[in-house]
């Protein structure tokens, strides 16, 4: 079945790097993707990766992808307090309608 | 990048009252809807899968005759909560495909969240 797991907490000051890791469970899983939300507020996306690439990267964010693990990670350089929130990954799923299947989130924090 | 609008924002209601979401794609038609109920510090569950013109298809857990689901046009779909309880208090988001880019890489735009109080 499909199930997708995260952390759900990470705590990071600023400034330095935060990694965010995801497992995933389809092998078929076209696209991967991370979403963020802040509170009460809904999902914005951040970035995807397709299922042929093994690593993507637009200004400070950093997706990487082991295939053969089914593991998805999401690194912020510099992080910022701003980017405190919850990050979700998520997998299409090859089923009909192409639904998204989403982790429980990670809430990251950022101090000072 | 595609904008779903989600109305209201907030919502409380007395128990066994019901309580209609709209969920607006304003500048792209979304043949397709989703319907996500999020849980205090939980992920998104899943609740339906919303198509214009045709009936949604629930997942497996979800009552269909309590979250009435209706996408009458490409750029609406409505959630009602029929007879709501305290139970069904709850985070409710929708989310839409977004345009061509959407169409490719599944990409789903997220209205803002309703979020159901019944007292």
């Known amino acids: 079945g499909e199930d997708v797991e995260q952390s759900l907490f990470l705590s990071v000051r600023e400034g330095d790097s935060s990694v965010i890791n995801c497992t995933y469970t389809?092998?078929?899983?076209?696209?991967l993707y991370w979403y963020k939300q802040e509170p009460g507020a809904g999902l914005q996306l951040l970035t995807y990766i397709f299922s042929n690439m093994d690593m993507k990267q637009d200004q400070r964010l950093t997706v990487l992808l082991n295939k053969k693990d089914k593991h998805l990670s999401l690194r912020i350089a510099d992080t910022q307090t701003g980017d405190s929130a919850i990050y979700f990954c998520?997998?299409?799923?090859?089923?009909?309608?192409?639904?998204?299947?989403f982790g429980a989130g990670t809430r990251l924090a950022v101090h000072p | 990048g595609a904008v779903v609008s989600q109305h209201p924002s907030r919502v409380i209601c007395k128990s066994g009252t019901s309580v209609k979401i709209e969920c607006r794609s304003l500048d792209f038609q979304a043949t397709t809807m989703f319907w996500y109920r999020q849980f205090p510090k939980q992920s998104l569950m899943l609740m339906a899968t919303s198509n214009e013109g045709s009936k949604a298809t629930y997942e497996q857990g979800v009552e269909k005759d309590k979250f009435l689901i209706n996408h009458a046009s490409l750029t609406l779909s409505t959630l009602t909560v029929t007879s709501a309880h305290p139970e069904d208090s709850s985070f409710y988001i929708c989310s839409a495909r977004g345009g061509t880019s959407g169409a490719n890489t599944g990409e789903l735009f997220f209205g803002e969240g309703s979020r159901l109080t019944v007292l």
């Open positions: 389809d092998s078929s899983s076209t696209y």
């Open positions: 998520a997998e299409r799923s090859p089923g009909g309608y192409n639904k998204l299947i």
